[in-house]
């Protein structure tokens, strides 16, 4: 498994911007996919976006579309997730996940169960 630790959450006013950083260590990064999730008070957690080993390729759910890019800098092990057009209901513990690209072939994983690895969490808290 590889370790995984967040930060960059914080506290913005709506329509205001954050990138969240993923910073990993442990094993070969660029083997890894990449996930963000997201979970609220009272919620489960929730698929936010996902980027392939080598950051060629991403996808989102569609709440975020256009306003969340997700991407990676395998020299760093790092995956990034920024947040524009922010709104009080992304207000949640953004955690960052991992699993084995070649679990996967070339699909990106999407799911909960489809990730090893897991950050510790950090919070996003956007006012109205």
């Known amino acids: 498994q590889v370790q995984l630790v967040e930060s960059g959450g914080g506290l913005v006013q709506a329509g205001g911007s954050l990138r969240l950083s993923c910073a990993a260590s442990g094993r070969t990064f660029n083997g890894y996919a990449m996930g963000w999730f997201r979970q609220a008070p009272g919620k489960e957690r929730e698929f936010v976006a996902g980027?392939?080993?080598?950051?060629?390729?991403?996808t989102y759910v569609d709440t975020v579309k256009g306003r969340f890019t997700i991407s990676r800098d395998n020299a760093k092990n790092t995956v990034y997730l920024q947040m524009n057009s922010l709104r009080p209901e992304d207000t949640a513990v953004y955690y960052c996940?991992?699993?084995?690209?070649?679990?996967?072939?070339?699909?990106?994983?999407?799911?909960?169960?489809?990730?090893?690895?897991w950050g510790q969490g950090t919070q996003v808290t956007v006012s109205s």
């Open positions: 996940a991992a699993e084995a690209q070649q679990t996967y072939g070339n699909r990106i994983p999407a799911a909960q169960a489809d990730f090893g690895s």
């Open positions: 980027v392939n080993w080598s950051g060629d390729r991403t």
